[in-house]
């Protein structure tokens, strides 16, 4: 039951930002992908019409060639027919090598150019495109389907050398005997109903099947990622289990998807086989009849199979064509996919002072869960701002709408005056430093990580700065200084060397907004100082959101705000704050008194009076 089959397809939904296309709307977008590939086009189109005249005129010169063994049988001429069908068949190789070659170069570039976008539009979405959509599968977009769809191209050329040769083979069945071909015409209109009926099909199980395997590239991503948390909780089993569920739930879809294009080619084989027994029937009950000649109904049977095999090809192709069709409309989807970040211009930003104003901001990640609302906030240039409070109070928050990662709904939030939705952003982030709670680092050797923004920094540059923090002596750790590789995401340096590299890739580039979400990850006093030796070169220069973990920042920081709810409710210096007694007191109590050094020394005389 097909409708049992399909339903088995309904769990895999679309992405939100998925649209449907009509086959006229992706030919057109295809045609335009294709347009700086005008004369490879061109001489692909002339080799396409030759294998077409050749594969169509060797019927027709075999059969000639025939009549005229029938007049003359000798071993000359059978051997000059034999030495001209091998000629015919050298030529078509020739012809058909040389326009593969220029369709992969064509394709190949075009490819080239529709990843690259497709890359360039995943990498300009803001955060929350993330939040929303597994990266494994925006990757399964990027390389499967962008596969899918060159092989479309090479299909389309297929088609189109059929679609000349059919034509040819059509003049020449009308020449020999049009009675018969009429009825071949009248049996046409059955074929291409029989195979259109899988159109709509071939689409919808090819899409899903495209689904299913991002999936499987998703689970992929995230377990691999996760891995060391997986050992660690000894949860091998169950991440190879998600995988195989996975695994197991692509295969059905796919072996679902096989079935129903597996349908196309015996069919027509069937309908092929059909044709050719009515004309077999037909022709011979005309040629007893007289009306027509054998020497006809043996050409006419001849180039009727030259003639139904691309008709068959065209329909069987379709299956095909609907696979790199449901690749383009994926790919297109990505490209298309509507911004969430709302640019009113995209002016070229001066060196900026620092000046921040929230102007009655209202932001949520979720509509039925306000983040921030009707939140005012001034940070004059050059302050140092910490912001402290319960996980999910709206710190961090704060922190993303000023790096444009998120899109607030409603308020006005100005940089110098000026509306942040007028920047460019490209130029905008230049003059942002940003340091995550966990630094990423990229693999490669902790130099390039440190160029990242900046690749013309020297070498001498990166010294000397790396020498005002603890007089370089965190480099001495590394077993070849700037050389040292980092591994995948940082995984050779400890937490402690993370955060100094990430540091020095902010210092390199002098921001004039710095944000940090300070890592809460313990390291000892040693590298804690190293760090803040780090922050205070970055925080003599800058304009700071500091989201603080750690006390001694918390207490270098010009001035402090006790975030509740996306509220303020407390703001001054820590000495100021902590007299109140309010509640900046009790987080301070809560989680910062312990780090402090009066803290750690009572409880060393305590341990030690014991």
Avoid at 155 to 183: G, K, N, Y
Avoid at 235 to 243: D, G, L, P
Avoid at 358 to 383: K, R
């Amino acid at each position: 039951n097909w409708t049992l089959k399909m339903g088995f397809f309904s769990g895999l939904g679309a992405e939100n930002y998925d649209r449907q296309y009509s086959d006229h709307e992706l030919t057109k977008r295809i045609a335009g992908n294709f347009a700086p590939q005008r004369k490879r086009i061109i001489n692909i189109s002339i080799l396409v019409t030759l294998v077409a005249l050749i594969s169509a005129s060797t019927p027709i010169i075999i059969s000639r060639s025939l009549e005229a063994l029938e007049t003359r049988p000798t071993l000359e001429a059978t051997l000059l027919i034999g030495g001209g069908v091998f000629m015919i068949g050298v030529f078509n190789w020739g012809i058909n090598w040389a326009r593969r070659a220029i369709t992969a170069r064509a394709i190949g570039d075009v490819v080239l150019n529709l990843r690259t976008q497709a890359f360039g539009a995943a990498a300009d979405h803001d955060l929350s495109f993330y939040d929303k959509f597994s990266s494994g599968r925006i990757v399964s977009r990027i390389t499967s389907d962008t596969k899918d769809f060159g092989q479309l191209v090479t299909i389309a050329t297929d088609v189109t050398a059929q679609v000349i040769q059919a034509s040819i083979l059509l003049v020449v069945l009308f020449r020999t005997e049009w009675r018969l071909t009429l009825l071949v015409l009248l049996y046409l209109p059955i074929i291409f109903w029989i195979t259109s009926s899988f159109r709509k099909m071939a689409r919808k199980v090819t899409r899903n099947g495209m689904r299913a395997m991002a999936e499987v590239n998703a689970t992929i991503k995230e377990t691999v990622s996760g891995i060391s948390v997986a050992k660690n909780f000894r949860q091998e089993m169950s991440i190879f289990e998600t995988f195989d569920s996975a695994n197991q739930e692509s295969y059905r879809v796919n072996v679902r998807r096989g079935f129903v294009l597996s349908l196309v080619f015996p069919t027509l084989n069937a309908l092929g086989g059909i044709a050719t027994a009515i004309m077999v029937y037909v022709g011979g009950w005309s040629t007893v009849q007289g009306g027509v000649t054998v020497a006809a109904w043996y050409l006419f049977l001849l180039s009727l199979n030259h003639f139904l095999f691309p008709i068959m090809n065209l329909s069987a192709f379709w299956a095909q064509i609907q696979q790199g069709l449901s690749a383009a409309e994926r790919i297109y989807a990505l490209i298309d996919a509507d911004p969430n970040l709302l640019q009113e211009d995209s002016q070229e930003v001066r060196q900026l002072e620092g000046g921040v104003r929230f102007e009655d901001i209202s932001f949520h990640y979720i509509p039925s869960e306000p983040i921030l609302s009707h939140f005012n906030l001034l940070i004059p240039p050059g302050e140092n701002l910490a912001l402290v409070g319960h996980t999910g109070a709206g710190k961090s928050s704060i922190a993303k709408l000023i790096a444009r990662f998120y899109e607030f709904q409603a308020g006005k939030l100005t940089l110098d005056g000026q509306n942040i939705r007028s920047f460019d952003l490209t130029s905008y982030r230049r003059q942002l430093g940003i340091v995550s709670q966990v630094p990423f680092l990229f693999s490669g050797t902790v130099a390039e990580n440190i160029r990242y923004a900046c690749p013309d920094a020297s070498e001498a540059e990166m010294l000397k700065m790396a020498n005002k923090i603890g007089d370089g002596e965190w480099l001495e750790t590394l077993p070849n200084g700037f050389d040292s590789e980092v591994g995948e995401r940082g995984a050779r340096l400890s937490m402690g060397q993370r955060q100094l590299v990430a540091l020095m890739r902010v210092l390199i580039q002098n921001p004039a907004i710095f944000i940090l979400d300070e890592a809460t990850a313990s390291i000892d006093p040693f590298t804690e100082w190293q760090i803040q030796q780090a922050l205070n070169l970055i925080l003599e220069n800058t304009t700071s959101i500091l989201i603080a973990h750690r006390l001694s920042t918390i207490k270098s920081a010009d001035r402090i705000l006790v975030i509740e709810d996306g509220g303020i409710i407390e703001e001054g210096n820590h000495d100021k704050l902590l007299a109140q007694e309010g509640h900046y007191a009790e987080l301070y109590n809560t989680y910062f008194r312990h780090q402090s050094l009066s803290y750690i020394e009572n409880a060393r005389e305590f341990s030690q009076g014991d």
